[in-house]
């Protein structure tokens, strides 16, 4: 098994810019997790797809964010009109569902400056 | 209300050293899970164990031991013979069936494995 991909690794973008990450999944896993981290904290739970379909969103994805996972294989996490405060980490895990163990990607990280 | 707490923020010790992670948690679910995993310097979240809450048998992985209490809610991981290449911020989750089995996650722990 090939685990959990993610890219870019790394993003610097300027204030007011979108930004588009991708994350490819462990093939066969239905579950795909975004988590956002910040330095010196867990990961934060923003999203989670069964397949294609978006089941839940934290409060802390605002309007500027969106994901989808249109053919329930990799999933992208767009951030609109970036701010400053949008700078973290951004992982993504996949799962063969939702008891099972999530395996985590490297993260991209973002830095809006 | 935390569900998970990891108590200690940073532990440092010298290489070959054992060190132990604690790790408490509540919940109200019969069924769930435990969780730790390490996130060395590069980022990556690497995933040590998942333990259900049935399971109460201790885990060792060679130098890698998991200590789980139900009585006391505890999950603790201890590290025998320290290594440098340990070091690395450790989390310890709960999944629990009220919560749809989502992640909650421990503040985490900084072990510095010192030469």
């Known amino acids: 098994d090939t685990g959990v991909s993610q890219d870019p690794r790394h993003k610097i973008t300027k204030r007011g810019q979108n930004v588009t990450f991708r994350c490819d999944p462990i093939?066969?896993?239905?579950?795909l997790y975004w988590y956002r981290q910040t330095l010196g904290q867990g990961p934060e739970f923003l999203t989670y797809?069964?397949?294609?379909?978006?089941?839940?969103k934290s409060r802390l994805l605002s309007d500027r964010f969106s994901a989808e996972r249109p053919k329930g294989s990799f999933s992208t996490l767009e951030i609109q009109r970036t701010e400053q405060g949008d700078s973290a980490m951004y992982l993504c895990?996949?799962?063969?569902?939702?008891?099972?163990?999530?395996?985590f990607g490297p993260g991209t990280r973002l830095l809006v400056l | 209300a935390q569900k998970v707490t990891q108590a200690q923020t940073e532990i440092s010790v010298v290489e070959k050293e054992d060190v132990t992670l604690d790790c408490v948690y509540e919940?109200?679910?019969?069924?769930?899970?435990l969780f730790w995993y390490k996130q060395p310097p590069s980022g990556e979240l690497v995933f040590l164990i998942r333990?259900?809450?049935?399971d109460e048998q201790n885990e060792i992985s060679g130098r890698y031991s998991w200590n789980f209490q139900k009585s006391t809610s505890s999950f603790n991981f201890t590290i025998t013979a320290s290594q440098v290449v340990d070091s690395a911020v450790y989390f310890c989750?709960?999944?629990?069936?009220?919560?749809?089995?989502?992640?909650?996650w421990g503040a985490g722990t900084k072990l510095i494995i010192k030469p």
């Open positions: 895990a996949s799962s063969s569902g939702g008891k099972e163990t999530q395996y």
């Open positions: 093939s066969e896993h239905n579950r």
């Open positions: 797809f069964q397949n294609e379909a978006q089941l839940e």
């Open positions: 919940t109200r679910d019969t069924t769930y899970y």
């Open positions: 333990r259900n809450s049935f």
């Open positions: 989750a709960l999944s629990e069936e009220y919560s749809n089995y989502q992640l909650i």
